[in-house]
Nanobody, 111 residues
Framework: QVQLVESGGGLVQAGGSLRLSCRVS????????RGWYRQAPGKERELVAD???????NYADSVKDRFTISGDNAKRTLYLQMNSLKPEDTAVYYC?????WGQGTQVTVSS
């Protein structure tokens, strides 16, 4: 059974940093997508960052130059380094790998 377990969320002041982790347990037959999404209260879930074809990172305009997506295949973990956080980054963050979703981790940025 495949599970994605996220960690690293929390409360941080504006300008601070957090690193989210998403560890995969179980076997995913075909990984054709790896990414991070977020959903703020009253809003739809949106893409934050993912890897497009060729393994190149792709970012939402709102997080470019502040967030970095990376992966460690040996540790079966996907990361999202978030720097210069803003109050508008407050949301529940979800990882998605091969179509499977993590449970979400809350990120709250105070002004």
């Amino acid at each position: 059974q495949v599970q994605l377990v996220e960690s690293g969320g929390g409360l941080v002041q504006a300008g601070g940093s957090l690193r989210l982790s998403c560890r995969v347990s179980g076997n995913i037959f075909r990984i054709n997508s790896r990414g991070w999404y977020r959903q703020a209260p009253g809003k739809e879930r949106e893409l934050v960052a993912d890897f497009i074809s060729g393994g190149l990172p792709n970012y939402a305009d709102s997080v470019k130059d502040r967030f970095t997506i990376s992966g460690d295949n040996a540790k079966r973990t996907l990361y999202l380094q978030m720097n210069s956080l803003k109050p508008e980054d407050t949301a529940v963050y979800y990882c998605n790998i091969g179509g499977y979703w993590g449970q979400g981790t809350q990120v709250t940025v105070s002004s």
